[in-house]
């Protein structure tokens, strides 16, 4: 059974950092790509991030460019998501979720997301 | 960047109906479409990939249909669990982006 468990998530206040982790279980890790999905409060969901499965290639949304960066540490089945200079907009529910390759794939697991409030 | 558009974006129905549910990309992304099926609290769950391809283990009332920008969603016999919102998303290129979404309630 594939396990994908988000956590980090809390109240930060504008301007400062939080790192998310996505524990994996249930699949080859290494093998994977790797996605953070956001949706704020009542609203839709937001791709945010990809890395491939070997950490070489990655990509990001305009709206985190320059704040929030992707990792992953196959030894330890883990993604990251370090997330600086927090704005309240960035409020939201954060899902890690994988696809078999990094290009022209779409998420057949997700996690069930961790909460990240920026407020001051 | 690609923008999908999801209609309508309220839907209201009852058991035993058939729904049909549109998303409109903003330009050509042939067959690189994803259905997700969310309730409320929970991560969203894949119901059909490659625009029509049903994933293993959902019902098949659920099919998909279209290719390049229109594509549709539609469940033929509405079940009470199938009440929930559905959303879209494009896996053509990055950015990948999702539709606003589709709340489909019990009339």
């Known amino acids: 059974q594939v396990y994908l468990v988000e956590s980090g998530g809390g109240v930060v206040q504008p301007g400062r950092s939080l790192r998310l982790s996505c524990a994996a279980s249930g699949f080859s890790f290494s093998t994977y790509a790797m996605h953070w999905v956001r949706q704020a409060p009542g609203r839709g969901l937001e791709w945010v991030a990809v890395?491939?499965?070997?950490?070489?290639?990655?990509y990001y949304a305009d709206s985190v460019t320059g704040r929030f960066t992707i990792s992953r540490d196959n030894s330890k089945n883990t993604l990251y998501l370090q997330m600086n200079s927090l704005k309240p907009e960035d409020t939201a529910v954060y899902y890690c979720?994988?696809?078999?390759?990094?290009?022209?794939?779409?998420?057949?697991?997700w996690g069930r997301g961790t909460l990240v409030t920026v407020s001051s | 960047d690609i923008q999908m558009t999801q209609s309508p974006s309220t839907l209201s129905a009852s058991v035993g109906d058939r729904v049909t549910i549109t998303c409109r990309a903003s330009?050509?992304?042939?067959?690189?479409l994803a259905w997700y099926q969310q309730k409320p609290g929970k991560a969203p769950k894949l119901l059909i990939y490659?625009?029509?391809s049903l994933q293993s283990g959902v019902p098949s009332r659920f099919s998909g249909s279209g290719s390049g920008t229109e594509f549709t969603l539609t469940i033929s016999s509405l079940q009470p669990d199938d009440f929930a919102a559905y959303y879209c998303?494009?896996?053509?290129?990055?950015?990948?982006?999702f539709g606003q979404g589709t709340k489909l309630e019990i009339e």
């Open positions: 330009q050509s992304i042939s067959s690189w």
């Open positions: 890395m491939s499965y070997d950490g070489s290639n990655k």
């Open positions: 998303q494009h896996y053509n290129s990055y950015p990948y982006s």
């Open positions: 979720a994988r696809t078999m390759i990094i290009a022209r794939d779409y998420f057949d697991y």
């Open positions: 490659k625009a029509s």
